[in-house]
């Protein structure tokens, strides 16, 4: 059985940093596209970063130059580092795979998703 687990969220102040982690399980996932998604109570899933097998990246205009995805294939776990976060950023982040050779934004592409980790931050 597939499972994607998100981990690290919580609640921070303004300008801080947070790290997730999604442990991947039930399959390899080295050569699937790894991404992560956000979501505010109201509003679509939205596009934050993912990275391909080979390293290559693609963020979301909000997010760049704070956030950085990362990939540890031998630990079938991806990660998202969150550094000069704002209260805008507060959501439910989800964790998402896909065997793509690009790193998509498009969420409706991605197979396999976590249930999510809150990330909270006040201002």
């Known amino acids: 059985q597939v499972q994607l687990v998100e981990s690290g969220g919580g609640l921070v102040q303004a300008g801080g940093s947070l790290r997730l982690s999604c442990a991947a399980s039930g399959r390899t996932f080295s050569n699937h596209v790894m991404g992560w998604f956000r979501q505010t109570a109201g509003k679509e899933r939205e596009f934050v970063a993912a990275v391909s097998w080979s390293g290559l990246r693609n963020y979301a205009d909000s997010v760049k130059g704070r956030f950085t995805i990362s990939r540890d294939n031998a630990k079938n776990t991806v990660y998202l580092q969150m550094n000069s976060l704002k209260s805008e950023d507060t959501a439910v982040y989800y964790c998402?795979?896909?065997?793509?050779?690009?790193?998509?934004?498009?969420?409706?592409?991605?197979?396999?998703w976590g249930q999510g980790t809150q990330v909270t931050v006040s201002s």
């Open positions: 998402a795979a896909t065997i793509r050779a690009t790193p998509t934004a498009l969420n409706s592409m991605y197979n396999y």
